[in-house]
């Protein structure tokens, strides 16, 4: 089993910056991508960022070049700095690993973390 835990979120001003990361532990052997993800009341859960072990990233349109994605492999971590926040980030966020667990070289893992709020508001 592999858990990830949140921290980072809270209450920002627009305009401001809030960091974001998530601690992977459990019966890792390697992780291939992670992500965070957000949820806003009344949407789907939606990718935010997301990073492969290759070091390759992706945005939602709506974060691009405001967001940056990052991971520290050797503490089984990832981050995500958040500038330039507007109201319409405000959202549950949610960070998402996958990869190979260390029971069998055959077991996969998808694991969710349990959420942590961002509000913008003035």
């Known amino acids: 089993q592999v858990q990830l835990v949140e921290s980072g979120g809270g209450l920002v001003q627009p305009g401001g910056s809030l960091r974001l990361s998530c601690a992977a532990s459990g019966s890792i052997f390697s992780i291939y991508t992670m992500g965070w993800y957000r949820q806003a009341p009344g949407k789907q859960r939606e990718l935010v960022a997301g990073?492969?072990?290759?070091?390759?990233?992706n945005y939602a349109d709506s974060v691009k070049g405001r967001f940056t994605i990052s991971r520290d492999d050797a503490k089984n971590t990832v981050s995500l700095q958040m500038n330039s926040l507007k109201p319409e980030d405000t959202a549950v966020y949610y960070c998402?690993?996958?990869?190979?667990?260390?029971?069998?070289?055959?077991?996969?893992?998808?694991?969710w973390g349990q959420g942590t709020q961002v509000t913008i508001s003035s």
């Open positions: 998402n690993a996958a990869g190979r667990d260390s029971r069998s070289v055959f077991s996969t893992f998808d694991s």
């Open positions: 990073i492969t072990n290759g070091g390759t990233t």
